[in-house]
């Protein structure tokens, strides 16, 4: 079969001879197939990249040499999508035949690099042994043309930049490009191939893993282009030529100036201002690389409230927004398993996400997991180990947001943990006649809007600071959660302004007071606040000593040395 182009579009031939009078535009042997966009220029310059396979016959007109994916090639753009960019639009292929597509292309690219660099080839293949000389070629050449950046599985996958973002080459895609290149373009010879294919792409793939691609939150790919959001006020346009880091696209359009009345109307009917605000500024957090930030945000968001209140669909609606493969899914309990070695192998699920998104907290008693949970919410380094791989260690700790009805049990809630834990409370939850089950499609029609939202939040928090500070809901509910747990000496403690360390630059001294005289106010706290008085003199000793008071032992009885808040 014989295929021809002429100004974007594609002609298929019915007989081989009928391609000397191409240009009889009544002939009735040639089909229209398809169009390519563009005009002759831009046909010419994406053909160039495939000189091997294409000839100029006649003027405008050029011919498609045969070949075993050339047809499915040009059937492939039958079933194409378009992604625009900076006025320039680009056709990729989504039909059986887009892995021929990207093989050709690829090899473009490959054909492209050795044309800029004459020099490279005959000097390395002069030098030492020939097989040594074109494995050096291939190694600077995959370092050029060629990235990696971890897949989907968390390991390192190679990247080529197929014009609109950095995508997985298959090692299909690879091997036969490469054939391609070094039958065609590099002069080794077709034994030689067989002989050292292996060596040729392991040279290709080394020389990728000296271009790792530097991905970052603030460029982001949308549907009408790549935009870098380093300055979240002011968002700039990244031109096509760039190759801007990006290895996904997002399903939507950038608009600057989208608003989302539907989603605000939503949040607004679910949750208190307040409420609204912080999960804002908590939720902008995934715009932006966690590592970049000028300031330490150590909080974990917790919803909290009955079913059909909202949760779900606002992390459903965020994880739209903020792109799916930037939102991991991996429980509490396997991220604060005893077994270390477990712990290695989830904490590589959620390295690299932006957040980490539990939809129930499957976890009974997360005391025993203190630690590694603060650990976690503060983003400290975490030891990995990819499945086949050695320990490493993850940078890249992601936020952690939880979905819950019911809060887990937590027999160590000191200071420390109520300071990382931001409680959003829904008071309500929507009726069963009144839900709408379209709502989640409605709202993802706001993306843009939403994203501009979030915008607004990031701008208000590098504004503060990084402080995101709890609301009088959130602390309500931690004082609950406490008592829930049988810590009433530690809130009682908190409550009256009693600290067992002093300031840092207020020379306080603290004081030494007798646990009789603590449990005294302890008992008459309960009584007036409706507390339920979890322990006795002995219990309570214990419990401050838990907390980290200091004791000492006196004649009339056990001491504990406190400092006292000012205003108390």
Same mark, same amino acid.
């Given at each position: 079969m014989i295929y021809l182009l002429r100004s974007g579009e594609w002609y298929r031939v019915g007989h081989s001879e009928s391609r000397y009078v191409v240009d009889?535009?009544?002939?009735?042997?040639?089909?229209?197939? =398809?169009? &390519?966009?563009?005009? !002759? +220029? %831009? *046909?010419?310059?994406?053909?160039?990249?495939?000189?091997?396979?294409?000839?100029?016959?006649?003027?405008?007109?050029?011919?498609?040499?045969?070949?075993?994916?050339?047809?499915e090639l040009v059937e492939s753009f039958s079933g194409s999508e378009e992604y625009a960019s900076g006025g320039i639009s680009l056709r990729y292929d989504t039909s059986r035949g887009g892995a021929q597509e990207r093989i050709v292309r690829l090899y473009g690219q490959f054909s492209s690099?050795?044309?800029?660099?004459?020099?490279?080839?005959?000097?390395?293949?002069?030098?030492?042994?020939?097989?040594?000389?074109?494995?050096?070629v291939l190694k600077l050449m995959g370092s050029s043309v060629l990235s990696?950046?971890?897949?989907?599985?968390?390991?390192?996958?190679?990247?080529?930049?197929? =014009?609109? &973002?950095?995508?997985? !080459? +298959? %090692? *299909?895609e690879l091997r036969v490009s490469l054939q391609y290149f070094c039958l065609d373009d590099l002069g080794v010879g077709a034994s030689e191939w067989v002989r050292n294919e292996k060596?040729?792409?392991?040279?290709?793939?080394?020389?990728?893993?000296?271009?790792?691609?530097?991905?970052?939150?603030?460029?982001?790919?949308?549907?009408?282009?790549?935009?870098?959001?380093?300055?979240?006020s002011s968002p700039v346009p990244c031109p096509p030529e760039e190759r801007s880091p990006v290895v996904d696209v997002l399903p939507y359009e950038y608009d600057a100036g989208a608003s989302c009345p539907l989603w605000l109307s939503f949040l607004n009917r679910a949750l208190p201002k307040s409420s609204v605000d912080l999960l804002r500024r908590f939720l902008s957090l995934a715009l932006v690389d966690r590592r970049s930030l000028p300031f330490k945000v150590e909080q974990s968001l917790w919803l909290v409230g009955?079913?059909?209140?909202?949760?779900?669909?606002?992390?459903?609606?965020?994880?739209y927004v903020v792109g799916e493969s930037r939102v991991s899914s991996v429980s509490l309990g396997a991220l604060l398993s005893g077994n270390g070695e477990n712990r290695a192998r989830f904490a590589a699920a959620i390295d690299g996400k932006a957040f980490n998104y539990c939809g129930e907290v499957q976890m009974e008693d997360m005391t025993r997991g203190a630690d590694t949970f603060k650990s976690l919410c503060s983003g400290e380094p975490q030891m990995m180990r990819?499945?086949?791989?050695?320990?490493?260690?993850?940078?890249?700790?992601?936020?952690?947001?939880?979905?819950?009805?019911?809060?887990?049990?937590?027999?160590?809630?000191?200071?420390?943990?109520?300071?990382?834990i931001l409680f959003v409370v829904f008071p309500t939850a929507v009726r069963e006649s009144e839900r709408d089950p379209e709502l989640e499609s409605k709202l993802r029609a706001e993306a843009a809007g939403i994203?501009?939202?979030?915008?607004?939040?990031?701008?208000?928090?590098?504004?503060?600071?990084?402080?995101?500070?709890?609301?009088?809901?959130?602390?309500?509910?931690?004082?609950?959660?406490?008592e829930e747990n049988g810590q009433s000496v530690s809130l009682f403690m908190r409550r009256s302004g009693y600290r067992p360390y002093g300031y840092t630059g207020e020379n306080e001294s603290g004081e030494w007071v007798l646990v009789k005289v603590l449990y005294d106010g302890y008992h008459k706290w309960?009584?007036?606040?409706?507390?339920?008085?979890?322990?006795?003199?002995?219990?309570?000793?214990?419990?401050?000593?838990?907390a980290g008071y200091v004791s000492r032992r006196t004649t009339k009885g056990m001491s504990y040395k406190i400092y006292r808040d000012k205003s108390k």
């Open positions: 009889a535009d009544d002939n009735p042997s040639l089909e229209l197939v =398809g169009q &390519v966009p563009g005009g !002759v +220029s %831009d *046909v010419r310059s994406w053909l160039s990249s495939m000189r091997k396979m294409a000839d100029d016959v006649r003027g405008e007109w050029f011919l498609l040499k045969d070949s075993r994916f050339v047809s690099w050795l044309e800029s660099h004459p020099s490279s080839m005959s000097d390395s293949v002069m030098w030492r042994s020939r097989l040594l000389g074109f494995c050096e990696v950046y971890p897949g989907p599985t968390g390991a390192s996958c190679v990247r080529w930049h197929d =014009g609109k &973002v950095w995508s997985v !080459v +298959s %090692d *299909v060596k040729f792409v392991c040279a290709l793939r080394d020389g990728a893993t000296m271009n790792p691609l530097p991905v970052s939150r603030s460029v982001v790919g949308f549907a009408n282009g790549v935009y870098d959001f380093s300055d979240p009955p079913g059909g209140a909202g949760k779900s669909t606002i992390m459903n609606t965020v994880r990819r499945i086949g791989g050695n320990v490493e260690m993850s940078y890249e700790v992601p936020y952690l947001v939880f979905n819950m009805n019911r809060k887990p049990k937590n027999r160590s809630i000191d200071g420390a943990i109520r300071r990382r994203r501009n939202w979030l915008l607004g939040g990031l701008v208000e928090l590098y504004a503060s600071g990084g402080v995101i500070s709890p609301t009088d809901e959130s602390r309500d509910e931690t004082d609950r959660w406490m309960c009584v007036k606040e409706g507390c339920e008085i979890d322990v006795d003199l002995a219990g309570m000793g214990r419990e401050l000593m838990r």
